[in-house]
């Protein structure tokens, strides 16, 4: 009777083993690199995403909500968030009515900037330069906190697009105003828009006169 020495069975076991160990290194290796592409923020931004007001780096320091921070979700109506609170009255009051009308249209105003502190401000304005490479360049897109319609509670930043578009076509009749060409998100309330029309929009803040304090 012949058979299989006892040597090489061991060494075929240690062959299926070997090879076994080298498939299961494979598979979690493709399952790693498959959780790392889906976690948050490996996915690109959406459209409506891209027509805000710049983002608060997550370094140089803690700022919040009590510096104007805003949250995902928020809407004008939400109160007990600083950057909605802390609005100029009359510039929300008017901004709720309008949001209130476009609400029978199934359109939400979701507040992506409102009242923000002079750090809030100074930092944004900081990243700004760092991305655009120059203050002149900054300067289209953030102002100074001493500048700044945010800083003093007379601007808001509205989103999603479909919510600007709304206003872009009624804000005139609740005084509510796009100011900067550049900036279809960016609203200010002119209250004599009601009866004459919204004025003529710069096309950048560099344009607005206030900006040359």
């Given at each position: 009777?012949?058979?299989?020495?006892?040597?090489?069975?061991?060494?075929t076991?240690r062959i299926?083993?070997?090879?076994?160990?080298v498939?299961?290194a494979v598979?979690?290796?493709a399952?790693i690199?498959?959780?790392c592409?889906?976690?948050?923020?490996?996915?690109s931004?959406?459209s409506?995403?891209?027509?805000?007001?710049?983002?608060l780096?997550?370094?140089?320091g803690?700022?919040?909500?009590?510096?104007?921070?805003v949250?995902d979700?928020?809407?004008?109506?939400?109160?007990?968030?600083?950057a909605?609170?802390?609005?100029?009255p009359?510039?929300?009051?008017?901004?709720?009515?309008?949001?209130?009308?476009?609400?029978?249209?199934?359109?939400?105003f979701?507040?992506?900037s409102?009242?923000?502190?002079?750090a809030?401000?100074?930092?944004?304005l900081?990243e700004?330069?760092?991305?655009?490479?120059?203050?002149?360049e900054a300067a289209?897109w953030?102002?100074?906190?001493?500048t700044?319609?945010?800083?003093?509670?007379?601007a808001?930043d509205?989103g999603?697009?479909?919510?600007?578009?709304?206003?872009?076509?009624h804000?005139?009749?609740y005084?509510?105003c796009?100011i900067?060409?550049n900036?279809?998100w960016?609203?200010?309330?002119?209250?004599?828009a009601?009866?004459h029309?919204?004025?003529?929009?710069?096309?950048?803040?560099?344009?607005d006169?206030r900006m040359?304090?």
């Amino acid at each position: 009777m012949t058979g299989t020495p006892p040597s090489a069975r061991t060494s075929t076991h240690r062959i299926h083993w070997l090879f076994a160990a080298v498939v299961a290194a494979v598979v979690l290796s493709a399952v790693i690199a498959a959780l790392c592409y889906r976690l948050p923020g490996s996915a690109s931004s959406s459209s409506d995403a891209s027509l805000s007001v710049p983002r608060l780096s997550r370094h140089g320091g803690a700022l919040g909500e009590a510096d104007g921070v805003v949250p995902d979700g928020v809407t004008v109506f939400d109160d007990t968030v600083p950057a909605v609170a802390r609005l100029d009255p009359d510039l929300l009051k008017a901004l709720r009515r309008a949001a209130t009308d476009a609400g029978d249209d199934g359109l939400e105003f979701r507040v992506n900037s409102g009242w923000r502190s002079a750090a809030y401000q100074n930092r944004l304005l900081g990243e700004a330069v760092a991305k655009y490479g120059s203050e002149a360049e900054a300067a289209r897109w953030v102002a100074t906190a001493a500048t700044s319609p945010h800083v003093s509670g007379d601007a808001v930043d509205i989103g999603p697009s479909d919510a600007t578009a709304w206003l872009s076509e009624h804000g005139a009749a609740y005084g509510l105003c796009r100011i900067y060409r550049n900036e279809p998100w960016h609203y200010e309330l002119r209250p004599e828009a009601v009866a004459h029309g919204c004025p003529h929009m710069y096309s950048d803040p560099t344009q607005d006169p206030r900006m040359q304090k």
